[in-house]
């Protein structure tokens, strides 16, 4: 029998899928034809009822069993994901409008990359021994429970996995309420993490809007809850879980700067800001939009950057040769307009691209301004599109201070071919996750998260384990007590 790739129902609870067209429809778009390409519907009480008993029964069983047999069940998820990989990526583009060769190699395969590395980490997971004297304490390592993912609508398969597999092997049930702009991907996950033998009721997905993710978040059942999604959102879920003093992980916006210096490798550097501004149509939380280039490079800088932007090949994001899609929506679309109107009333200079494409689809050229000052609304806001921002500066310690001028800190780089310089400017940025002659890297290894209003927590790495586990401490007498009376 062919492999389907399209979800069969709005959620997958229990190991299988579950439809209940009682609540509020949600019709998928497809980016590109603008057409109806899939409709779920949010979930009902009833669902997310259903949801949670499930992940409460089966978080126990499964918090019991070794590490080892819980790793083995991730890894063989990411087989099977590596496996159907061109499906996977055409369902991501599908619903995303992400370009197919992007998400080939950057959605499902990522959503592999993050089951293989906490599957294999699952068995080392441990608590520690600490002798005094006789006695001792020893720490047990425990999962938290039940908790709620929360994704954005940017990268749908990764985001689901990112959250899952940590928590899964540290022996917690999920509870995952995809955005309810792409919402199928994360059905994906679910149904072939129970194919690989995860037990029914371990990873659940549930759909629905903002009020489907407060109920998810408000029940007694839940331990914790992680959200990738702006930091308005991020104000409220996290004050909603600290009612109920639950763990949190905030994966947030960003606003990051990308620094390059005069001795920086123009090619490398060019390389970076094309990365940082443009891959996945800017639709990326970790983007270095505002680009700091000294004065010394500037006018060699732009006019290569608007060289390689020629190779810019927009179209049906399935055709494999295409390498930019279209904004996720109309709504998107409309915000980055926005600010490109902004952009010019407010001065900067728009060097290229600034139009929507005169086809279907939401696409949008890629937009370079140049002159921007640091009080400009484009260079203080999240645009969350392809809008590249390029700012003068002097020199290291003006474009430091600068750098961090902002509320945001989820990420940030430097191109300088002096290595002093690079360690120092890294030492310096008030940012989770920083770059050196490179950009937006996010391997599975390395530790990824904001500071500032950019979030709470890390994803990815051992540390991911942290955020999804507690120590129980144990003090073991080998003495008789003493009391004083
Ligand atoms: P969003 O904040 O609008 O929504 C995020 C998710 O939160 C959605 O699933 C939404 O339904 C849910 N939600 C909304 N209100 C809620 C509430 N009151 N309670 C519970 N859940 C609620 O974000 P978006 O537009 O989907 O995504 C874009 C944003 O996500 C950008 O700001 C981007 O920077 C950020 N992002 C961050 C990262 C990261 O890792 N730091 C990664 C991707 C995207």
Redo the contacts with the bound molecule.
Sequence with gaps: MAYEIQPKASHFIDGAYVEDTAGTPIRVICPVSEEEIARVYAATPAIIEQALASAKRAQVAWAAMTGTERGRVLRRAADIIRDRNYDLSVLETNDTGKPLQETLVADATSAADALEYFGGLAGALTGEHVQLGEDFVYTRREALGVCVG??????PTQ?AAWKGAPALACGNAMVF?????TPLCALKVAEILHEAGAPAGIYNVVQ???E???AL?TDPRVAKVS????????R??YA?AAEGIRHVTM????KSPLVIFDDADLEDAVGGAILGNFYSSGQ???NGTRVFVQKGIKDAFLKRLADRLQDVKMGDPLDESVNFGPLVNAKQLDIVQGFIAKGIEEGARLVCGGEREKRAGYFLQPTVFADVSDDMTIARD?I?GPVLSVLDFEDEVEVLARANNTDFG?AAGVFTNDLGRAHRMVAGFEAGTCYINTYNLAPVEAP???SKL??VGR?NSKNAVDHYSEMKSVYVSMTAVEAPF
Excluded: D, Q, R
Aim: charged share 15%.
């Design positions: 929360i994704g954005a609508w940017n990268y985001i309420k995809p955005s309810e702009t629905g809007m903002g489907v993710g407060h978040i959200l990738t999604g702006s930091v308005p959102t991020g409220k879920v909603t994966e947030l916006g960003g990326v939380c970790s999240e969350f989820l990824f998260g904001g950019s979030g994803e």
